[in-house]
């Protein structure tokens, strides 16, 4: 399978099944497009229709072109056929291991956000708090169940985790007291919104957390429109001073400032512009997802600026990275010469499988866009996964199991997409949420020209 487009003045083409990537003047690009279902001498005359008028475009030129393709085909690199579908399912079905826990620590909230998944925290249950026995009993289940894993996750979510501080401190630290014995080591991360940050609270988290993620929408007029408190004041004044103080003190330790962006600011490369402006260099700004008539809903009509912005958003890192102002992008980073193995791009976050996710009170979920649903409840933290049957659906959910993934050429970058986002929009995790597809490729093509110029030294 190929895929071709232009961008940033290149012509781009990738080859699907080995993950090469060539950029070619416009002739080749031409011949490329037309050369696994066109015969040769038909080719050489469009070309040379379209071309003639140039000196350098011969029909020996052309041919040689051929030849050189044939040269890609035979390395590999280049029409390369799909290897992997047949294996699909056997590479899913072996991995039963978890390496992963959503630790739900607090399901309660201080801010009332409006376009909140988690229904302002409480999962559209009551508010609650993970006391220290329950989740010490899931980092047990963890140790457990993790097989031969070595690198054990384990993310603080809520809610906000903030408001259950002690018991996250708490559990760090019986991790910490267990993991050598255990042959394990914890690596954590915190989500957290900034609103309870303080000194001791930076202090800790710079020193035990592998990574946080602090929740930021970009302007204040956009991020105060819609993170408030739970009176319906805005919280860009209270927790910027915050984030740039914790940023300043964390080092080289992994962050993420994690926006959200919505009908109300399409324009959100000027919130990301915004956050790197006050310092922030690790970013990432995730699009909406809610019912469609929510008002702040992503519509049809905004993906032409979606798409203009993402390729803007690529254009001003390059200029920012040239004037020794860069920033990271989270989704603009992919690896095309090593990156992730043959058996995450086809099964993708493990959810249901390797990942789970936990509620205050033990129970245990395919990941946290499903806590609060009966029908995907898997278990406990003191039983285990107890349902077996929903735990095989998700081992055989991958790049191949969606039938709408069949023919797109970006399956190996995003392994299905997501299973949640799937559900909620087609109600199966074997669908696709069409509308995050069209932006994931966008992302892409983005993500693999960002690579092509920094090949070039243009980034």
């Not at 992008?329 to 249901?352: A, E, N, Q, V, W």
């Amino acid at each position: 399978m190929i895929h071709q487009y232009k961008l940033g003045g290149y012509n781009i083409v990738l080859d699907v099944f080995s993950g090469s990537v060539h950029v070619v003047d416009e002739v080749a690009y031409d011949i490329i497009a037309m050369y696994e279902n066109t015969d040769k001498d038909t080719i050489v005359r469009e070309i040379m229709a379209k071309y003639g008028d140039r000196e350098d475009v011969t029909e020996p030129e052309i041919r040689e072109v051929f030849e050189d393709l044939e040269t890609l085909r035979a390395q590999k690199k280049l029409f390369t056929k799909d290897v992997y579908e047949g294996k699909a399912f056997d590479l899913k079905n072996r991995m039963t291991d978890i390496k992963a826990l959503c630790l739900h620590v607090a399901h309660t909230c201080n801010l009332n956000c409006e376009y909140c998944f988690a229904a302002q925290g409480k999962y559209h249950g009551q508010r609650s708090l993970m006391s220290f026995e329950v989740g010490k009993q899931a980092l047990d289940f963890l140790v457990a169940n993790s097989g031969t894993r070595r690198n054990l996750e384990v993310d603080f979510f809520g809610g906000e985790p903030l408001m259950n501080w002690d018991v996250v401190k708490r559990l760090v630290e019986y991790a910490r007291s267990i993991e050598k014995d255990a042959g394990k080591n914890f690596r954590f991360t915190l989500t957290t919104n900034g609103v309870l940050l303080d000194d001791e609270i930076t202090e800790f988290a710079n020193r035990e957390m592998h990574n946080v993620v602090l929740s930021l929408d970009g302007r204040k007029e956009i991020h105060d429109a819609s993170r408030v408190t739970v009176s319906g004041a805005g919280s860009y004044d209270l927790i910027v001073p915050k984030f740039r103080r914790f940023i300043e003190q964390r080092g080289n330790k992994g962050y993420y400032m994690r926006g959200t962006f919505t009908h109300r600011n399409v324009d959100f490369v000027e919130d990301i512009k915004h956050m790197a402006d006050l310092g922030f260099t690790e970013l990432s700004m995730e699009p909406v997802v809610c019912k469609p008539e929510d008002p702040y809903a992503l519509t049809e009509e905004d993906l032409p600026k979606l798409y203009e912005q993402y390729e803007e958003l690529a254009y001003e890192m390059i200029r920012r990275k040239e004037a020794s102002k860069g920033f990271t992008f989270y989704h603009y980073m992919i690896d095309l010469t090593g990156g992730p193995c043959i058996y995450k791009r086809i099964s993708g976050c493990g959810s249901g499988t390797e990942y789970l996710a936990v509620t205050p009170t033990g129970e245990l979920y395919p990941c946290h866009q499903f806590v609060g649903d009966p029908k995907y409840l898997m278990g406990d933290v003191w039983k285990g996964v107890t349902n077996t049957e929903l735990r095989n659906e998700f081992k055989l959910c991958n790049a191949y199991a969606r039938p709408d993934c069949k023919d797109c050429w970006a399956k190996l970058y995003c392994s299905g997409g997501c299973a949640a986002n799937a559900y909620h929009a087609s109600g199966s995790i074997r669908g696709v949420y069409e509308y995050g597809c069209k932006l994931f490729r966008k992302r892409m093509e983005c993500a693999i020209m960002l690579k092509i110029a920094e090949a070039q030294g243009k980034h």
